[in-house]
Every structure is written in structure tokens, then in C-alpha cells.
């Protein structure tokens, strides 16, 4: 009898073991799967330039048109996000560029450094040349990193003057190739629109799923001025105030954040109200080198800030000293930010009402295809 006992008593250990190794197995199977974040979506767009000697009006217009195109892209959604904007800048048709490239520079690979994009575009020089349209697509495709999400917004734009069909590389092979990568290609004639038809600049679109515009790139750009440009304007000297530069790069971004104000204030007061727009807006990232931004990044650590790269009044803070002048600065750019948003809100309003004209060439040219191509993929605008 006591045999039976003890093996009977062994036969329930066991089960009672089983018996919650099962329960432990649906516990797993049962715990609730993490999710990936969600990636936030980018509205990519490579600027393909030509420089030769007849296109010094088409880098006038890129100069001083580039706030308003970044303006119109941050009002921007993608599934109720506001998506990230990255530019990347080509020339090509240059006679002091290499022969062997096909006369092409990349100049910036895709960027939301906007400071280094109107730095660049103001360095552009133009000379010659030999201009292979076929050659700079397929070298902005091979170049740049587009990547795979169908919900980016991904666009060339290619402006110059000469036939389209020029150099060793056929555009349709280069157009075929942008459409595998989901790259619309969009064509910028600067020049009479039949003469544009003609030498394939409206081919190289309606293969490229793009659209084709004519302009007269010589026309100057012209700035409406509104009753709200000095209060931005005042509002962009307290912005300027709330960065704290870092690291090895923070003193010479700072000087290049006010090297591109005094730029965009070269071709205009309104032109450099455009500008402060664009800063008070989530496109103008500077996490490279400002604290405020950086703290917003996912990697950011204050045990990785080297004192001795800080401003002098921050070098000797403790790491919770430093904390609390970053809120301070990232609360005092909020409401100036929202200040500006205000005003630009009734600026805009302004300006609709007083403009009769058709808007300015690269400008209208660029934001009508980009809000058609858009609105392909069910992105809205903010009104």
C-alpha cells in the first residue's frame, strides 16, 4: 500500500509541474506584443541645377524663393504627422566641373540642415557649359539615398535650357529608373514653353509621372510687403537668442544661422520675414549643434557634452543647471515660435488678398507639383 502512496504521490509532483509549465507557456503566449515605433515620413526633394553662363537668374530665383518653397512644405501632413523635409542639391552644365562626372556636382547630399542648403546655393557660380540632363538624373538617383517608405514624398526637380535629350546617358533610361525608385521627375524649362516641349523637357516629365513648367528664370523675384514683417522680424532677433551652441561645430553654426539672415535680407525685407517663417517652423532642425534641439533627438545624453564646448557662461553648470537653461530656452522659443505662426497666420491671409500676379517662377513652378504629386499620397495642407 505504501508503494502505491509513494508512487502515487510522484505521479502528482509531476503533474503539478506540467501543470505550470503549461500556465508559464500561455502567460507568453498570451503577453502583448511591442510594436515598433511608427517612422516618421519625409518629403524628399533634390534640386538639380543648371549652371551654366545663361542661368545666373535661374540661382537668383533658387536664392531667393527657397524660404517660401520651405514655408508651403511645413504646413504639410502625411496621416495627420507633419512629415521631415530633406533637400539635396546637384549642378550641372558647368564648364569648371569634371568632364568625367558629365560636367555634374553633387553639392549636398539630402540635408534638413537648411542653413547649409542656402549656404550652398549662394556659393553657386556659374561658367560654360555642357548640359546632360539624362547624366544628372541618373547620378542624383545613384547618389542619394531615397529610401523605401511608399508614404514619402519623393521628387527631383531639374531646371536649365538646353535639349533635354543631351549627353551619353538617354533621360528616358535615367526617367525609367527614377519610377522604379518612386521618384517623380519634374522639368523646369527656363525658356518659352513650346520651345521646352520641343527640346523634350515635357517628354522627360510625362515619363517621369512629373510635371512640366516653363519660366522666364530672368524675371525678378518679387516680395509683397505686409503690415506684419517688422513684428517677425523682431520676433527673429529673440529666436536667435534662445540657441545654445555645442560641440565642434555650435560657434561656426552660429555664425552661419546669421550669414544666411543677412543673405536672405539681401534680396529683401520680405524675403528675410520668409526666412524667419522658416525657423519658426518644425522643418528648421538644428540638433547637430543647438541644445534645445538636440535634447529632442532619442540618442541625446548629457554625459556626452564636452563643458569645454559650451558657451562660456554654461561651462562651469552642473548637469542640472544645464538642464533647466535648456527648458528655459526651449519654453522661450515655443512662444516666440507660436507668436510668429500667429502673425505669419494673418500675413499670409495679407498677401492672398493683395497678390494679382501668378506667384514667382522656380517657386510656382515647385510648390504646384509638389501639392499635385501630394496629394497622390493622401497628403493634406494646412489652409
Given at each position: ?271 528675410a520675414v520668409s526666412r524667419t517663417v522658416s525657423k519658426g517652423s518644425h ?101
Amino acid at each position: 500500500m505504501k508503494k502505491i502512496l509513494s508512487t502515487f504521490c510522484i505521479a502528482l509532483a509531476f503533474m503539478s509541474i506540467a501543470c505550470k509549465a503549461d500556465t508559464k507557456k500561455e502567460i507568453a503566449q498570451v503577453e502583448p506584443i511591442i510594436e515598433a515605433p511608427v517612422a516618421k515620413h519625409y518629403i524628399k526633394v533634390a534640386l538639380l541645377l543648371d549652371t551654366s553662363n545663361s542661368m545666373d537668374g535661374l540661382i537668383d530665383q533658387a536664392k531667393a524663393q527657397l524660404w517660401e518653397i520651405v514655408n508651403e512644405l511645413s504646413y504639410a501632413k502625411c496621416k495627420n504627422e507633419r512629415p521631415n523635409l530633406q533637400i539635396a542639391l546637384f549642378e550641372y552644365g558647368n564648364d569648371g566641373l569634371a568632364e568625367k562626372d558629365g560636367f555634374v556636382r553633387k553639392i549636398l547630399g539630402f540635408t534638413e540642415d537648411l542653413d547649409e542648403v542656402s549656404k550652398e546655393l549662394f556659393s553657386l557660380t556659374t561658367n560654360g557649359g555642357s548640359e546632360y540632363c539624362g547624366t544628372v538624373i541618373q547620378q542624383s538617383l545613384d547618389k542619394l539615398d531615397w529610401g523605401n517608405d511608399a508614404d514619402d514624398l519623393k521628387m527631383l526637380f531639374i531646371a536649365g535650357n538646353e535639349p533635354f535629350d543631351q549627353g551619353k546617358i538617354d533621360y528616358k533610361d535615367a526617367v525609367t529608373n527614377a519610377k522604379e525608385k518612386d521618384v517623380a521627375v519634374n522639368t523646369i524649362f527656363c525658356g518659352n514653353f513650346n520651345q521646352g516641349i520641343s527640346s523634350h523637357w515635357k517628354n522627360g516629365a510625362t515619363l517621369g509621372y512629373g510635371q512640366y513648367t516653363a519660366i522666364d528664370h530672368n524675371k525678378e523675384t518679387q516680395h509683397i510687403v505686409s503690415p506684419y514683417d517688422d513684428l517677425i522680424l523682431q520676433l527673429n532677433i529673440k529666436l536667435n537668442g534662445t540657441y545654445i551652441p555645442y560641440g565642434t561645430q555650435g560657434r561656426e553654426k552660429v555664425a552661419l544661422q546669421y550669414e544666411q539672415d543677412d543673405n536672405a535680407a539681401g534680396y529683401s525685407k520680405a524675403n528675410a520675414v520668409s526666412r524667419t517663417v522658416s525657423k519658426g517652423s518644425h522643418l528648421y532642425k538644428n540638433s547637430s549643434w543647438d541644445l534645445v534641439d538636440a535634447e529632442e533627438e532619442s540618442d541625446f545624453s548629457y554625459s556626452k557634452i564636452k563643458k569645454d564646448k559650451l558657451p562660456d557662461n554654461l561651462k562651469d553648470k552642473s548637469t542640472a543647471e544645464l538642464k533647466e537653461y535648456v527648458n528655459l530656452k526651449k519654453e522661450e522659443r515655443n512662444k516666440i515660435q507660436a507668436e510668429i505662426a500667429t502673425l505669419n497666420k494673418k500675413r499670409r491671409d495679407f498677401i492672398s488678398s493683395e497678390s494679382k500676379n501668378k506667384g514667382n517662377g522656380l517657386e510656382s513652378a515647385m510648390i504646384t507639383a509638389l501639392r499635385s504629386q501630394a496629394k497622390k499620397k493622401n497628403y493634406t495642407w494646412d489652409e
